[in-house]
C-alpha cells in the first residue's frame, strides 16, 4: 500500500514502527497471534492482521481491498519479514460492507483461513466486551504495537519483528481536523518528549492491519484496542497513528464468526 485519501487529503496508509524494539522470542511467543498477510507463494509481508479464533484473522480493510483469497496467503510465528513461519491460505475475505476507502471509515476486515491456526499453537487476540470498552478507550491507557513494517516514514521493511507501547490521544493533541476523525476511530501514539520531533512512536508501511492490543481480564490477556489504519506520515509531530476502534465491530464480528468477547 501507498498513499491514500482521507477526507480529500493524502495521507500515509500504511504505518510501521517507528523507535522501536527488536521483539524478543518470549514476547513473540506469547503474542504469536500476530498474521502477517502476504501475496500468494512470497514472504515478505504487505498488511498485518491478528488471529481471533476459529479459522478468522482480523485485519484492515483497506489491506484486502480488492484482493481475492487465492492471491494471499497467511503466516504466522514469522522470525523475520522474509522467512516463511506457518503459512495457510484463505478461504474468504469479508469487507465491512460500510468501508468507505476515501474516509477510511469502517476500516476493518475479515479474513476466512483454510484450517485452524489453534492446531499449530497460535493463540488468539481476545475482543472486549462491553464492560472493558469502558476502560481500554480512556485518554492515556496503553497498548502494544507490533510488526515488520519500516522505521521511518518511506523507509524498507523492517527483517526482525518490532514492538512498541504507544497510548491514546486525544484529537486536541494532535494537528488533525475535527472532521477527519469519525467516531469509529482511535487515535494512538506517544510523542515522549515534545521537543524532541525524532523520538516519536508510532507504526508505518507495512504495519497495517495489525492491531494495538492491551492485557485485561482474567489472566491479563491481550486484548485488542485498534486496527492499525492511517496517519499522515509517520511518527510525525502532531500527527500520531489513527486506528479502528475495534470495539465497536463486536456485534459486526459476532454476526459473522459467532467469536465472543473476554470479560
Known sequence: MEEKIANGTNVQNDLK????TTISDNLSNQFNFLASIV????????????????????????CVDGVNADQI?????KKYSNSSGITFNVKKILIHPNYNSITANNDIALIFLRGRPWKKGIKPLYLPSYKLQKTIYRPN?????MGFGSTFSG?????TLKYAIIKNMRLNQTDYPSEWITSN?????????????NDNID?????????SFGRYGSGKRPVAMGI????????????????????????????????????
Do not use: E
Not at 501475496?39 to 485485519?59: D, S, Y
Not at 507504526?203 to 492491531?211: A, E, L, V
Open 141 to 145: 491507557k496503553r497498548s502494544f504495537i
Open 17 to 20: 514502527i517507528v523507535n522501536g
Open 185 to 197: 476511530m482511535v487515535i494512538m501514539g506517544d510523542y515522549r518528549d515534545i521537543n524532541n520531533p
Open 155 to 159: 523507509g524498507g521493511m523492517s527483517n
Open 228 to 263: 492499525t489504519s492511517w496517519g499522515i506520515g509517520c511518527a510525525l509531530d502532531g500527527y500520531p497513528g489513527v486506528y479502528t476502534k475495534t470495539g465497536n465491530y463486536i456485534q459486526w464480528i459476532y454476526s459473522k464468526t459467532r467469536i465472543g468477547t473476554i470479560n
Open 203 to 211: 507504526t508505518c508501511q507495512g504495519d497495517s492491519g495489525t492491531s
Open 73 to 77: 496467503q497467511v503466516q504466522f510465528k
Open 39 to 62: 501475496p500468494k507463494g512470497k514472504n515478505k509481508p504487505f498488511c498485518g492482521g491478528a488471529f481471533i479464533g476459529k479459522n478468522v484473522v482480523l485485519t484492515a480493510a483497506h
